[in-house]
C-alpha cells in the first residue's frame, strides 16, 4: 500500500489561508459515508484500527458524541439531512416545496458539484436539485462505484467546474456506498484487521441463548449453531474492512483537494445518513416464523426495518474555518442540525418562508462552540427518527428510548411490539421496560405525537417511481412485501387497505 504524508500535517497545513481567501466565503466540502456507525470509528471509541484518517480529521476538529439519523434508510435520511427538515411520513425523493442544501449554496454564488455512489440518489429521483454538476452512474453492469473510484470519476468534473466558476467558492458533496452490504473482502487490511478478531455481538452468549429459546433447532453438524455464528462474525469483520477501505479512499480524496488548494480556509464535514444492523437484534417475525429460521434469518441484519441503535446512532465530525480544534461535544445533536450548521460556518443565512420566518427544523451546532460541551440550558431535550411503520424518541435527561408503532402503513393487528430502553443501564437494548414503565411510555408517546403534528409531511407512498429506480429497489431487498413483517419495509404499491391518519400513533395515550 502506497505511503502516504500524515493527514494531520496536510491539514495544518491547509488551515493556513491568504488573507484575500479569509475574506471569501469558505469551501464548504460534505462527505456522507453511506450506512455507518459512528461505533466503527476510532474517534467514537472503536478499538480497531478502522479509521485513521477521520481519526486525525477529528482530531483537528470537533466530534459531537451523540448524533441521532433522522432515518435508518437513505430514500427516508437524505431529504430530511439536505432540506434540514423532518419527513414524519415516507417519502421517496426530496419534497419540491423544500430548499436544499446544494440549492441554498448555489444561491449564495458556490459552484456546487456532487456524486453519489447510491444509485438512488439520482436524477431521476430529484436528487441533483441545487447541483452544477452531479453524478450518481454505476459502473458497467450496474455496479456501484467503490470509494475510491468515485473519487477518480469526480476529480476532472470538479477541475472543469473550477475553471468555469473561476471566483466562485466550492460546495462539494460526496457519498461513498462502501460500507453498504454487501460487505467485499479487502485482503490489503488482513494483518491489521482480521476479519475473526472483531468484536461479537454483546453480550458475550446472548445470540446463542436466544437461538436456543426461540430458533430452529441447531443441525448435527453444527451443534449449536457455532459455524454459522462464526460466519457471522467474519461478516462483521467484512465490514471493518469496508469501512476502512473507504477511510482511506477519504484521505485520498483530502490529499487531493489540498493540493489543489481547496482546503485552505476550507469547511469539512463527516457525516452519515444511517447506520447498520450486525445481527444484534432478533427479527420482528411471529415465534412460529423465528422457530424456523437458521441465526442468519433469525437476527437482523441490514437496516430501513427498525430504529435500534446501531441504526440511528451516526457520526458528526467538523474541521476548518470557525471551527475548535480537537473538542468533543456530548449536548445531543441530530441529521437535521447539518444544513444550518454549515450556513453558519459559511456566513450564509438560513432558508426563509414568505414571511421571513426559519423554515428549517435542525439547530445551528456552533451554538455549542465556546465550551458548551453539554449544550446551553435550552437546548434540545428529544431526538427523533421516523419510518412509515415505526416512530422513536430519545430523552435526554431521563435516558430513555420508546420506539412505537405507527398506523400510517400497518396496522395495530400487524403486530409490532411498543418497546421503551434504559439507554443508561441498557445500551445494547436487550429489556423491554413498555409494560413495567407505562407512565414514562405514555408520557413520551405525547411527545413523540406533538412532533409528529408539529411536522406534517406529504407523503410519496405509493407514487410510481422511474423504472431505474424500482429495479434498484428490488435489487436491494428495500421494495416488496413478504412473510415476514420485517423484510421488507416498502410495498411497490399503495396498500391495499385503507390506513388511519399517517400523523397519528397506534393507540396513543392522550
Given at each position: 500500500?502506497?505511503?502516504?504524508?500524515?493527514?494531520?500535517?496536510?491539514?495544518?497545513?491547509?488551515?493556513?489561508?491568504?488573507?484575500?481567501?479569509?475574506?471569501?466565503?469558505?469551501?464548504?466540502?460534505?462527505?456522507?459515508?453511506?450506512?455507518?456507525?459512528?461505533?466503527?470509528?476510532?474517534?467514537?471509541?472503536?478499538?480497531?484500527?478502522?479509521?485513521?484518517?477521520?481519526?486525525?480529521?477529528?482530531?483537528?476538529?470537533?466530534?459531537?458524541?451523540?448524533?441521532?439519523?433522522?432515518?435508518?434508510?437513505?430514500?427516508?435520511?437524505?431529504?430530511?439531512?439536505?432540506?434540514?427538515?423532518?419527513?414524519?411520513?415516507?417519502?421517496?425523493?426530496?419534497d419540491p416545496r423544500h430548499v436544499?442544501?446544494?440549492?441554498?449554496?448555489?444561491?449564495?454564488?458556490?459552484?456546487?458539484?456532487?456524486?453519489?455512489?447510491?444509485?438512488?440518489?439520482?436524477?431521476?429521483?430529484?436528487?441533483?436539485?441545487?447541483?452544477?454538476?452531479?453524478?450518481?452512474?454505476?459502473?458497467?453492469?450496474?455496479?456501484?462505484?467503490?470509494?475510491?473510484?468515485?473519487?477518480?470519476?469526480?476529480?476532472?468534473?470538479?477541475?472543469?467546474?473550477?475553471?468555469?466558476?473561476?471566483?466562485?467558492?466550492?460546495?462539494?458533496?460526496?457519498?461513498?456506498?462502501?460500507?453498504?452490504?454487501?460487505?467485499?473482502?479487502?485482503?490489503?487490511?488482513?494483518?491489521?484487521?482480521?476479519?475473526?478478531?472483531?468484536?461479537?455481538?454483546?453480550?458475550?452468549?446472548?445470540?446463542?441463548?436466544?437461538?436456543?429459546?426461540?430458533?430452529?433447532?441447531?443441525?448435527?453438524?453444527?451443534?449449536?449453531?457455532?459455524?454459522?455464528?462464526?460466519?457471522?462474525?467474519?461478516?462483521?469483520?467484512?465490514?471493518?474492512?469496508?469501512?476502512?477501505?473507504?477511510?482511506?479512499?477519504?484521505?485520498?480524496?483530502?490529499?487531493?483537494?489540498?493540493?489543489?488548494?481547496?482546503?485552505?480556509?476550507?469547511?469539512?464535514?463527516?457525516?452519515?445518513?444511517?447506520g447498520e444492523g450486525m445481527w444484534?437484534?432478533?427479527?420482528?417475525?411471529?415465534?412460529?416464523?423465528?422457530?424456523?429460521?437458521?441465526?442468519?434469518?433469525?437476527?437482523?441484519?441490514?437496516?430501513?426495518?427498525?430504529?435500534?441503535?446501531?441504526?440511528?446512532?451516526?457520526?458528526?465530525?467538523?474541521?476548518?474555518?470557525?471551527?475548535?480544534?480537537?473538542?468533543?461535544?456530548?449536548?445531543?445533536?441530530?441529521?437535521?442540525?447539518?444544513?444550518?450548521?454549515?450556513?453558519?460556518?459559511?456566513?450564509?443565512?438560513?432558508?426563509?418562508?414568505?414571511?421571513?420566518?426559519?423554515?428549517?427544523?435542525?439547530?445551528?451546532?456552533?451554538?455549542?462552540?465556546?465550551?458548551?460541551?453539554?449544550?446551553?440550558?435550552?437546548?434540545?431535550?428529544?431526538?427523533?427518527?421516523?419510518?412509515?411503520?415505526?416512530?422513536?424518541?430519545?430523552?435526554?435527561?431521563?435516558?430513555?428510548?420508546?420506539?412505537?408503532?405507527?398506523?400510517?402503513?400497518?396496522?395495530?393487528?400487524?403486530?409490532?411490539?411498543?418497546?421503551?430502553?434504559?439507554?443508561?443501564?441498557?445500551?445494547?437494548?436487550?429489556?423491554?421496560?413498555?409494560?413495567?414503565?407505562?407512565?414514562?411510555?405514555?408520557?413520551?408517546?405525547?411527545?413523540?405525537?406533538?412532533?409528529?403534528?408539529?411536522?406534517?409531511?406529504?407523503?410519496?407512498?405509493?407514487?410510481?417511481?422511474?423504472?431505474?429506480?424500482?429495479?434498484?429497489?428490488?435489487?436491494?431487498?428495500?421494495?416488496?412485501?413478504?412473510?415476514?413483517?420485517?423484510?421488507?419495509?416498502?410495498?411497490?404499491?399503495?396498500?391495499?387497505?385503507?390506513?388511519?391518519?399517517?400523523?397519528?400513533?397506534?393507540?396513543?395515550?392522550?
Open positions: 500500500m502506497l505511503q502516504r504524508i500524515p493527514l494531520s500535517l496536510l491539514l495544518s497545513l491547509a488551515g493556513f489561508a491568504s488573507c484575500s481567501r479569509e475574506a471569501q466565503r469558505p469551501n464548504v466540502i460534505l462527505i456522507v459515508i453511506d450506512t455507518l456507525r459512528s461505533d466503527r470509528l476510532g474517534c467514537y471509541g472503536y478499538p480497531r484500527a478502522t479509521s485513521p484518517e477521520i481519526d486525525e480529521l477529528a482530531s483537528e476538529g470537533v466530534v459531537f458524541e451523540e448524533c441521532v439519523a433522522q432515518a435508518p434508510w437513505t430514500m427516508q435520511s437524505m431529504p430530511s439531512m439536505l432540506a434540514g427538515r423532518y419527513l414524519t411520513q415516507h417519502r421517496n425523493w426530496p436544499l442544501l446544494a440549492e441554498h449554496f448555489r444561491a449564495a454564488g458556490y459552484a456546487t458539484i456532487g456524486a453519489s455512489a447510491n444509485d438512488l440518489l439520482s436524477a431521476e429521483m430529484q436528487f441533483d436539485r441545487g447541483f452544477d454538476a452531479y453524478d450518481s452512474s454505476t459502473l458497467p453492469g450496474e455496479v456501484d462505484k467503490p470509494c475510491d473510484v468515485l473519487v477518480k470519476d469526480l476529480l476532472p468534473k470538479l477541475d472543469a467546474l473550477r475553471a468555469a466558476k473561476k471566483d466562485a467558492p466550492i460546495f462539494l458533496y460526496l457519498q461513498p456506498f462502501d460500507p453498504h452490504f454487501p460487505y467485499l473482502e479487502h485482503h490489503e487490511f488482513d494483518l491489521h484487521l482480521p476479519t475473526d478478531e472483531t468484536e461479537a455481538v454483546q453480550p458475550e452468549g446472548w445470540q446463542a441463548e436466544e437461538l436456543v429459546c426461540r430458533g430452529a433447532p441447531a443441525p448435527t453438524e453444527d451443534f449449536g449453531w457455532a459455524k454459522e455464528l462464526i460466519g457471522l462474525r467474519h461478516q462483521r469483520g467484512l465490514y471493518d474492512q469496508e469501512v476502512r477501505f473507504t477511510d482511506h479512499a477519504i484521505g485520498v480524496f483530502l490529499d487531493e483537494l489540498r493540493a489543489r488548494g481547496l482546503l485552505n480556509g476550507a469547511v469539512v464535514a463527516i457525516v452519515s445518513d444511517h444484534e437484534h432478533v427479527n420482528k417475525a411471529d415465534d412460529a416464523k423465528l422457530a424456523t429460521l437458521s441465526p442468519n434469518g433469525f437476527f437482523f441484519a441490514g437496516h430501513a426495518h427498525h430504529v435500534y441503535e446501531e441504526a440511528i446512532r451516526t457520526p458528526f465530525v467538523l474541521w476548518g474555518r470557525g471551527v475548535p480544534k480537537g473538542e468533543r461535544f456530548s449536548a445531543p445533536v441530530e441529521n437535521v442540525d447539518l444544513f444550518p450548521t454549515l450556513c453558519a460556518l459559511a456566513g450564509l443565512a438560513t432558508p426563509k418562508d414568505a414571511n421571513g420566518q426559519g423554515v428549517l427544523d435542525g439547530r445551528d451546532l456552533t451554538l455549542l462552540f465556546g465550551g458548551k460541551k453539554e449544550g446551553p440550558r435550552d437546548w434540545r431535550e428529544h431526538t427523533y427518527a421516523f419510518m412509515p411503520h415505526v416512530a422513536m424518541v430519545r430523552e435526554r435527561a431521563s435516558g430513555l428510548k420508546l420506539i412505537v408503532p405507527t398506523c400510517s402503513y400497518r396496522a395495530p393487528e400487524d403486530g409490532i411490539p411498543s418497546e421503551l430502553f434504559d439507554l443508561a443501564h441498557d445500551a445494547d437494548e436487550r429489556v423491554n421496560l413498555f409494560a413495567q414503565r407505562a407512565d414514562d411510555a405514555a408520557r413520551l408517546t405525547r411527545v413523540l405525537q406533538s412532533a409528529i403534528d408539529a411536522h406534517p409531511t406529504t407523503t410519496t407512498w405509493g407514487a410510481k417511481k422511474p423504472p431505474k429506480i424500482e429495479a434498484a429497489l428490488r435489487e436491494s431487498g428495500y421494495s416488496g412485501v413478504g412473510d415476514n413483517p420485517d423484510e421488507h419495509d416498502e410495498p411497490t404499491e399503495a396498500p391495499p387497505r385503507p390506513r388511519p391518519d399517517p400523523r397519528v400513533l397506534c393507540d396513543t395515550p392522550r
